[in-house]
């Protein structure tokens, strides 16, 4: 299936910028109760499919100019000073106390202090390597402000998270892995939730949950990535003709199933290569591509390097 381009990271981020907190609907424009009901419920169940297993995570001190680059999927939040965030590709964020940034997708970033800065960093993956329409449905990240305004017990759980970077595997109490996994859960839902609150969220996002028939689609193709779906399987799972499908999928989703299909692949990709056990074939064969060659063209129209390229730009070491 041939789709267009995915759009880029600044195209995606730029729908994150949020308004007011204050000001802001309590969730995207329901046009009734029944509506309201029924965004809630598809967001409740959007949430109950994103689940976090955490990689590491630091406490950081930062002296005015200092730099801290990562990559990896998870969030910052920012305890005390200000700093600039840069992401490739994207307008660079001003971050104030108080402020919490999410990353669904793993990207190359580098945060800048522009005071003396303290600061939470935790980098997560999907647990047990799940993957869902919500998940790819997310920009690559989120911007939400004074969240220790709006989330204040939140921000205690955030402020509690053991610091595991560099810490010897001998040090772990049993059970870390698994409590530590539902804190930053938690942490990221509610992070989520104060986003899609805030007016945020771009338009379709929730249209696998809200939407039964396109939903079911959906959760089809984040099951078999590898598989070469066609529009017309993908129509008898959603209990629809192949242009009723077709057209509905444009309308709610907001793409081609084919452009879906490769948007989706790109962002699995993105959490599989940083993975040193798997070889670039291999990623290219779990995501359905007949030879390393094709996935490589892929990933240079998405992301604009290689896999080899942006794999090897993860392992350099920050400056």
């Known amino acids: 299936m041939d789709g267009p381009v995915t759009p880029t990271l600044a195209q995606r981020a730029a729908a994150v910028t949020p308004s007011p907190v204050a000001s802001a609907p309590a969730l995207a424009g329901p046009s009734s109760a029944a509506d309201a009901a029924q965004r809630a419920e598809a967001l409740d169940r959007a949430l109950a499919s994103l689940e976090w297993t955490v990689i590491e995570s630091a406490h950081e001190s930062l002296a005015t100019g200092s730099v801290l680059s990562g990559g990896e999927a998870g969030f910052i939040y920012l305890r005390e000073g200000s700093a600039v965030l840069e992401v490739a590709e994207a307008t660079p964020l001003e971050l104030t106390a108080g402020d919490i940034v999410f990353f669904a997708h793993p990207r190359l970033r580098t945060l800048r202090a522009h005071t003396p800065t303290k600061l939470v960093e935790v980098g997560v993956t999907p647990a047990g390597d799940r993957r869902s329409a919500a998940l790819d449905a997310l920009p690559d990240l989120l911007l939400v402000r004074d969240f220790d305004i709006h989330e204040r017990p939140i921000v205690g759980l955030i402020e509690s998270m053991c610091a595991t970077r560099s810490k010897p595997i001998a040090s772990l109490r049993g059970g870390d892995a698994i409590i530590c996994g539902r804190i930053v859960t938690t942490i990221a839902s509610v992070a989520v939730r104060r986003w899609a609150e805030s007016g945020c969220a771009p ?25 070469a779906w066609t529009v017309e399987e993908l129509a008898r799972i959603a209990a629809m003709s192949r242009s009723a499908f077709a057209a509905r999928f444009r309308d709610v989703v907001g793409s081609s199933p084919a452009g879906y299909l490769a948007s989706a692949r790109m962002d699995a990709a993105l959490d599989l290569l940083p993975r040193r056990e798997l070889t670039v074939t291999e990623v290219a064969r779990r995501l359905g591509y007949e030879s390393e060659a094709g996935f490589s063209r892929a990933f240079r129209r998405h992301v604009g390097a290689s896999p080899a390229e942006w794999r090897e730009s993860r392992r350099r070491p920050a400056a």
């Open 203 to 227: 338009a379709h996002w929730l249209t696998g949950s809200v939407d039964a028939h396109i939903g079911r689609a959906l959760t089809a193709v984040h099951t078999q990535l590898d598989r």
